[in-house]
């Protein structure tokens, strides 16, 4: 196969893709009825093309009765679930069916959330440079009304009735659950909230392949400590990859190609975060926990089309819409993070410095390997790199979460030849001043930006009232003696201060 071959559909006969409109590859993805269980849902995804039509199941298991089949509301809950990951598709296809019992709310969520990924996809995955695609993407960068190719279709061929009762769920704000998946955030928010003497259930997404290695460890340690520690199972990125065979012009080697990013999809996090909703209706738990710190909340212009430079299922903006959509439905859940005023960096000294243990089983790597039993980084992948190298400078040591003597020495050089991560601009250069001053690499360049040692509360990424207020000062007091103290970002730059309630 030529890995260069022009970008094209398969009804352009071998023409470059060079319009909007053909960006179209599929004919029809429709989605659903869901099959429903006392413990497990499968939700088919048909794709037709060409007159030809492919199946696959989309799996959710629990290995714990969660669903009543009989109940509507528990029926609707499991569309939903079903629902999320054909999100990424409505760039590439004529029409999208959703077949199940869906409200007027579930409507209208599904429909605004998959126009904001059809514009992020277009601008992060064919606008801007993606070594998955075949040759490159002739696109005009185009501002447009609407950027979802596809029309979508809500109809229930099971009941043949439209009409969805919202049914209230009975949550407690006082009763957490932990989006889990092994890596840095998620620790250090279970160990917050114990800290804090909340109940926390962590819920890890169990992916049915090797991705599931990076939170093995963590899950086996929190399972052994934490009884409301619980894992959800489900084949997403078997599905995902099997969309990708549908879509012509990703290359067909795209599972050997090693990239910190995904093909094409954007909407990622809510496939994994509708996993943990039955487990939370069961057990009556009011606030759902992301991960997330600062630098993931950005919105930015690409040739004039706004974005959130490919982030937005990590945003501040995406808790407050599910926070919304989740109580138009009257389920009584509030979705945010803890971390949002703190950078990567004091989330790793904070980790490293306070819960030791907990940070022994972290991996923030997406290509880790088994090892007598234990899951192990690769050590040199950039999310290595940039690990090994704020451990080594915040006086934590990367040997405690398996990294070799050789992986340290390797990624270490690594950084100091790349002299770039994957973090904002200040973040970043924060880093390679702190590296350079401590004498373990040369970054003479490096500008320092101490208001990345603070935590920073800032109207747009990070405002203050980001973490309730019933836990917002007893969760800073833990968190303020790791840092440098506390900016506010007020007309164009960061002034000091005393105490966030001023």
């Known amino acids: 196969m030529n890995l260069q071959e022009p970008f094209t559909n398969n009804k352009a006969m071998g023409q470059p893709i060079d319009s909007y ?27 037709t093309s060409g007159g030809n039509a492919y199946s696959k199941d989309l799996i959710y298991s629990y290995g714990e009765p969660v669903f009543n089949p009989a109940l509507p509301e528990d029926r609707n809950m499991a569309g939903i679930i079903g629902a999320q990951l054909a999100l990424n598709y409505g760039l590439f296809c004529r029409r999208i069916v959703f077949d199940g019992p869906f409200s007027d709310a579930d409507r209208r969520f599904l429909s605004e959330m998959m126009e904001n990924t059809s514009r992020e996809i277009y601008v992060k995955k064919l606008l801007q440079p993606n070594i998955f695609l075949k040759g490159p993407a002739n696109l005009p960068a185009e501002k447009r009304k609407r950027y979802t190719n596809a029309k979508l279709v809500f109809v229930d061929t099971r009941s ?12 407690s704000s006082d009763s957490y659950c932990v989006l889990s998946s092994g890596g840095k955030d998620s620790l250090l928010s279970y160990a917050l909230l114990k800290e804090l003497g909340k109940e926390v259930h962590p819920i890890f997404g169990n992916e049915s392949g090797r991705h599931w290695f990076t939170a093995l460890n963590g899950y086996r340690y929190q399972k052994a400590e934490e009884p409301n520690t619980s894992k959800v199972w489900m084949n997403s990125d078997r599905i995902f990859s099997w969309m990708l065979r549908h879509l012509p012009f990703i290359r067909q080697d795209f599972a050997t190609l090693r990239a910190d990013d995904y093909p094409i999809r954007l909407w990622t996090v809510a496939v994994f975060l509708v996993g943990v909703l039955p487990l939370m209706k069961k057990r009556g738990i009011g606030r759902l926990i992301i991960g997330n710190e600062y630098d993931t909340t950005r919105r930015l212009h690409f040739e004039g089309i706004p974005h959130y430079d490919g982030l937005y299922d990590q945003s501040r903006f995406f808790d407050e819409a599910l926070s919304r959509y989740f109580a138009s439905k009257g389920w009584g859940i509030e979705q945010f993070s803890l971390l949002r005023p703190l950078s990567e960096l004091l989330i790793q000294k904070l980790l490293a410095q306070r819960y030791p243990e907990l940070q022994a089983q972290q991996l923030s790597c997406h290509a880790a390997h088994e090892h007598e039993g234990r899951m192990l980084p690769c050590g040199r992948c950039e999310k290595c790199r940039r690990i090994v190298a704020m451990l080594s400078v915040l006086g934590g040591d990367p040997h405690r979460c398996g990294y070799t003597d050789k992986q340290i020495e390797h990624a270490l050089k690594g950084i100091a030849a790349h002299q770039h991560t994957k973090q904002l601009g200040a973040d970043a250069s924060q880093l390679f001043y702190m590296l350079h001053e401590a004498g373990i690499i040369q970054a003479p360049k490096a500008k320092p930006h101490p208001e990345v040692m603070h935590l920073r509360f800032d109207k747009e990424r990070s405002p203050i009232d980001a973490a309730p207020e019933d836990i917002r000062r007893a969760l800073y007091d833990i968190v303020l003696p790791f840092t440098e103290g506390m900016v506010q970002w007020e007309k164009g730059r960061w002034v000091e201060v005393d105490d966030w309630d001023d």
């Open 21 to 47: 409109e053909n960006l179209v590859t599929i004919d029809e993805l429709r989605v659903g009825p869901v099959r429903l269980e006392k413990s497990r849902l499968l939700a088919p995804y048909t794709v």
């Open 160 to 171: 043949g009735n439209g009409d969805v009762t919202e049914t209230p769920w009975k949550t």
